[in-house]
C-alpha cells in the first residue's frame, strides 16, 4: 500500500474553526505535518496550488483569505527538514513554460536527493488566465494537448544530460511549443520527477495511461474505485507500459475513535463544522448559480432551476451537470427528510473511512487487495496536526499485518512507489 498526505488546504474539508487548526502559510505548518508524514513512513507529502485567489458573488472566497503560498518554494524549503518524504507540487501546465518548470522541477529534484514530483493541472478558466501576461485562457479540448506536449517536453529536457553527467542540446518543435538551447540541470539521483496526474475525465485518464506515474483520483466507494481502476489500468497497454507503471491513488479522509460507534459520532461533528448555516447556502450557491441568501438553510431546498454560467463564482471547478446534480440533491432530501444544510452535509463532506483503528486498517487494506487502489492520499482536517491519529494509531497496525513498509528501503520516490527510473532517451 502507497499512502501519501496531502496538506489541508483551502477547501471545504478544512476545519478552521477548530482551536487547533493553525496558519495556512507559516513554514511551521508544513513541517509539522511533513515530519509526521515522514515518521509514518508516508511515500509523499502532497501540495495544491491556486493561481487566482476564487471569488463568491463578488469577493474573494471566505476559505481564500488564509493565503496560497507557491508549491515549490515551501518545498525546497521542506527538503532541508526532510530525508526520505517524496515532495511533490501541483503546478498548471496551462500558465507555464517547459524550459523553466523542468529547471524548477530538477532543481528540487536534486536538493531532495530525488524526492520531487509534478501534478500536472491545467485550466480553461479565463478569469485565473487574468492574473498572466498571455491572459486569455485555453478551450477546455486543447488543455490535455498542451499538458500533453508539455509532459514530452520537460522529459526531453531532463533526457538531455546523459545519466554519466554529460550536457548535450536539445531542441523541440511541436505544435505548442517550439525551443532549443541547453538545459543547465544534471540528471536528477531519479532520472526524471514523478509525474503525477489528477483528472477523472476520459482526456484525464487517456493523458495518465500516456504520461503519468501517479494518479489522484475522487472515488471513494469500493465500486466506483474498482472501476476506476479496472479502466485505466486497461489503457496501460497501448503505451507499452504495465499495470504496475501507474499507481492508482484516491484522496481520502480518515475519522477514528476508540470504537467505530465513537468515530462515526465524531465524524458527524465535523462534518457540522465544515459546514456551518453559512457554508450551507454558499456551497448551494455554487451549484444553483445564484444568490441564496434569502433562503433559510435549515428550510428545504430552493425550488427553482440553476442558472448556468452565471458568474457568481469564479476560479472553481464544479463537476457533473447541476441540473442532475440538483435532483439527486432533492431525491435525497425527499426521501430522508432533509433540510438544505442537511444534505450539503450528506452530499458533500462524507469521510471515506470511519471507525475504530483496526476497522480504518482494514477497510484501507481491502481497497488495495480488491484493485479499487494501489493506494491513499489522505487529505485531514486539520492544519497542521490532522495526521496525528493516523500515523500513531492506523499505520502500525497496517505495518503489523504488512500492507505498508515498516521503514523506508530506498531514498528516492521512485523507490517508494516501487517504479523504475526511466530509461535515459538520449
Known sequence: MHLAAHFPGVNNTTVWADPRSRSQIDFSSFEQLARVAERGKFDFFFLAEGLRLREHNGRVHDLDVVGRPESLTVLNALAAVTDRLGLAATVNATFNEPYELARRLATLDHLSAGRAAWNVVTSSDAFTG????????????????????FVATARELWDSWTPDGASRPFAHEGPQFTI????????SPQGHPVVIQAGDSDEGREFAASAADVIFT??????????????????????GREPGDLKIMPGVTVVTGDTDAEAQEHAAEIR????????????????WGTDLSAYDPDGPLPEIDPVIDSGLVKGRVLYGDPFAVVARWRALAEAKRLSLR????????????????RTVAAELTAFVDERAADGFILVPHLTPSGLDDFVDRVVPLLQESGAFRSEYTGSTLRSHLGLPEPVWKG
Request: charged share 25%; hydrophobic share 30%.
Open 272 to 287: 457540522r463544522q465544515q459546514i456551518s448555516p453559512q457554508n450551507a447556502i454558499l456551497t448551494a450557491e455554487q451549484l
Open 180 to 187: 532549443s538551447g541547453e538545459f543547465t540541470v544534471p540528471r
Open 342 to 357: 442537511q444534505t450539503v452535509i450528506e452530499t458533500t463532506t462524507r469521510q471515506s473511512f470511519i471507525g475504530s483503528p
Open 218 to 239: 475522487r472515488h471513494g466507494t469500493l465500486e466506483a474505485g474498482r472501476a476506476f481502476y479496472t479502466d485505466v489500468k486497461a489503457r496501460l497497454a497501448a503505451y
Open 130 to 149: 487574468e492574473n498572466f501576461r498571455r491572459g486569455g485562457y485555453l478551450d477546455r479540448g486543447d488543455r490535455y494537448t498542451r499538458a500533453a506536449e
